[in-house]
């Protein structure tokens, strides 16, 4: 079969185009026939080596963290899924591969498509809606009637992580591109921000939560919008100690991380905040509750209309990190 492939780690997106063997499942797993894969900025980083402190790879490594396809085959042990389910998932961090023609994946990774969307659609929304999901829940323990705000939230993730907290009794404040902003409210935001003519920092009341979807170039507005003892969670800025413990890491990961993340905690306990970082990981059961969120809100997420194939890798991992994509970027294979 076809994957999309690296030899080593590297500052250039340059993939291979592979040949290799179609897996053979295990009994707790799914063999799935890949219809959708999504580009990520984690596909990016992963080429780059970023996140190899958190998940090392052997190489060659097969790109690709999320997708929708069929399944083909079904392991001995696996009883909630039958051949020709469609199906959709983000992948075991360990075991990722979603840029190939088949995926062998444990069955506990994966859930049935929302009944509202195609393959495409589906293939954008297990990560993002993953990442939204776990951060609420788990990092956050948010509760009904507090406040989040979302700096740059009118993109793919924002339009999962918005539905999810209203689904949550959240008061959810939005900052992003003019553009989106007729989108982002129809998705459940209760206000927005134009980040083009209003600055946040100088206009938001204090708010509970802000989850970060920019870095390091916003942390420090962010956290001055954060009510004492509120939380920043950030997906694109550093891993820090409460990560590494938290993710029950080894003693020498959570020095490392420790270090890295000593000036982000230093600036969050000065305004008397919590800073937390998040990896998302694979469940199958949160993508059954997610998926139960998208149908009752008929969420659909954007897609560029730009349709690639495995052999045009390379230009779709760097309209990735590199260009201006008008929603999901994604492989069409089987």
Do not use: C
């Amino acid at each position: 079969m076809k994957a999309v492939q690296i030899k080593e780690y590297s500052q250039n997106i340059d993939p291979q185009i592979n040949e290799i063997a179609k897996p053979k499942i295990e009994d707790n797993q799914i063999l799935v026939k890949v219809v959708s894969a999504a580009v990520n900025p984690l596909d990016i980083m992963d080429i780059k080596g970023e996140v190899k402190l958190m998940q090392s790879y052997k190489m060659p490594l097969t790109l690709g963290n999320e997708l929708s396809g069929v399944v083909e085959e079904v392991g001995a042990q696996v009883s909630n899924f039958k051949v020709g389910d469609k199906v959709y998932t983000r992948l075991p961090i360990p075991h990722i591969g979603a840029f190939a023609q088949y995926v062998a994946v444990d069955a506990r990774a994966v859930a049935k498509m929302p009944q509202n969307l195609d393959f495409k659609m589906a293939a954008a929304a297990a990560l993002t809606g993953l990442t939204a999901y776990q951060g609420l829940n788990d990092i956050l323990h948010a509760q009904p009637g507090q406040t989040l705000f979302i700096p740059g939230g009118s993109g793919s993730f924002g339009q999962m992580a918005i539905p999810i907290a209203k689904s949550m009794g959240l008061y959810v404040i939005v900052s992003g591109s003019p553009r989106a902003k007729e989108q982002t409210l129809a998705a459940g935001a209760d206000e927005f921000l134009d980040y083009k003519t209003q600055n946040y920092w100088e206009e938001l009341s204090p708010v509970d939560y802000v989850i970060d979807a920019i870095g390091m170039s916003e942390f420090e507005h962010e956290l001055s919008v954060i009510k004492p003892g509120g939380t920043l969670l950030s997906l694109k800025a550093m891993p820090n100690y409460q990560f590494a413990k938290a993710n029950q890491l080894p003693w020498y990961k959570k020095l490392i991380f420790g270090l890295a993340g000593h000036k982000l905690d230093k600036l969050a306990k000065q305004h008397q905040v919590n800073y937390r970082f998040i990896f998302v990981k694979s469940s199958g059961e949160q993508l059954q509750k997610i998926t139960e969120i998208i149908e009752k809100n008929n969420i659909q997420p954007a897609v560029d209309p730009t349709i690639f194939s495995l052999n045009d890798a390379k230009q779709a991992l760097e309209l990735v990190a590199n260009g201006h994509p008008k929603g999901k970027v994604e492989f069409q294979i089987n």
